[in-house]
């Protein structure tokens, strides 16, 4: 569209957020009167005022953060395209933002970590061990590039991919009686103990639900923060 470049979308954006032409001309790295001149280039080829000036500090107006809106999209959307520019690129380089599940990270990511800094030496890796609601809220807020968890998103727009299937397993004292090895009914530890997982863990809500589909009303059961193989 002639008239209009992202570094335009880029000072509104910054003006908005300061609030004031002068510390937004700072930030973006140019003369006041420059980044003024060029918002009143831009109201003119929109026909409305996108600002509305109070001395020296600055307001949207109605139309303005209707366009700011829409600006932001855009300028999210130029970001994802040259952050996809690197990826298609021969030589992988930048960060990359991975969030993982507690019940999964410490268990996966040393198989894998290690490959992956091999091939793509460049790639400077940044993970996050959270609980996944909190996992797929950072990813749609952009806070992450990936995120590796158990269960399908509750999130819409998200793509996803399966990796691997592990089955549930039931762990027992060593003078439980049971053959090791042999399938498990739920019908089997009616009214046992469950140590299971907090609340905010996914695992101990696919435990509960795998046990009322099994028509099993959950007992009493202990709660642990986390689990350990050392």
Same mark, same amino acid.
């Given at each position: 569209?002639?008239?209009?470049?992202?570094?335009?979308?880029?000072?509104?954006? =910054?003006?908005?957020? #300061?609030?004031?032409?002068?510390?937004?001309?700072?930030?973006?790295?140019?003369?006041? $009167?420059?980044?003024?001149? %060029?918002?009143?280039?831009?109201?003119?080829?929109?026909?409305?005022?996108?600002?509305?000036?109070?001395?020296?500090?600055?307001?949207?107006?109605?139309?303005?953060?209707?366009?700011?809106?829409?600006?932001?999209?855009?300028?999210?959307?130029?970001?994802?395209?040259?952050?996809?520019?690197?990826?298609? =690129?021969?030589? @992988?380089?930048? #960060?990359?933002?991975?969030?993982?599940?507690? *019940?999964?990270?410490?268990?996966?990511?040393?198989?894998? +970590?290690?490959?992956?800094?091999?091939?793509?030496? %460049?790639?400077?890796?940044?993970?996050?061990? #959270?609980? &996944?609601?909190?996992?797929?809220? !950072?990813?749609?807020?952009?806070?992450?590039?990936?995120?590796?968890?158990? &269960?399908?998103?509750?999130?819409?727009?998200?793509? *996803?991919?399966? @990796?691997?299937?592990?089955?549930?397993?039931?762990?027992?004292?060593?003078?439980?009686?049971? *053959? $090791?090895?042999?399938?498990?009914?739920?019908?089997?530890?009616?009214?046992?103990?469950?140590?299971? +997982?907090?609340?905010?863990?996914?695992?101990?809500?696919?435990? !509960?639900?795998?046990?009322?589909?099994?028509? %099993?009303?959950?007992?009493?059961?202990?709660?642990? =923060?986390?689990?350990?193989?050392?």
């Amino acid at each position: 569209m002639s008239g209009l470049s992202l570094r335009d979308l880029e000072y509104i954006q =910054s003006i908005a957020q #300061e609030g004031h032409f002068g510390a937004a001309a700072v930030g973006c790295g140019v003369s006041q $009167p420059a980044i003024s001149q %060029q918002v009143l280039k831009l109201e003119a080829r929109l026909g409305f005022a996108i600002f509305e000036r109070q001395g020296k500090h600055v307001s949207l107006t109605p139309s303005g953060a209707q366009f700011l809106r829409k600006a932001e999209v855009v300028l999210a959307g130029a970001r994802e395209l040259l952050d996809m520019s690197v990826g298609l =690129s021969d030589n @992988l380089e930048g #960060e990359l933002r991975v969030g993982v599940i507690s *019940t999964l990270g410490p268990y996966l990511l040393p198989l894998v +970590l290690g490959s992956i800094k091999s091939r793509y030496p %460049q790639i400077r890796l940044r993970l996050s061990e #959270e609980p &996944t609601t909190v996992l797929e809220q !950072m990813l749609a807020d952009r806070e992450l590039d990936a995120i590796l968890i158990a &269960t399908e998103p509750k999130h819409q727009h998200l793509e *996803t991919a399966g @990796l691997f299937f592990e089955p549930f397993a039931l762990a027992c004292p060593a003078d439980h009686g049971r *053959t $090791p090895g042999q399938p498990v009914a739920w019908a089997d530890v009616r009214g046992a103990e469950l140590v299971l +997982l907090s609340e905010e863990h996914c695992l101990r809500d696919q435990t !509960m639900a795998q046990q009322r589909s099994a028509g %099993q009303i959950p007992g009493k059961i202990r709660r642990i =923060s986390r689990v350990s193989n050392g």
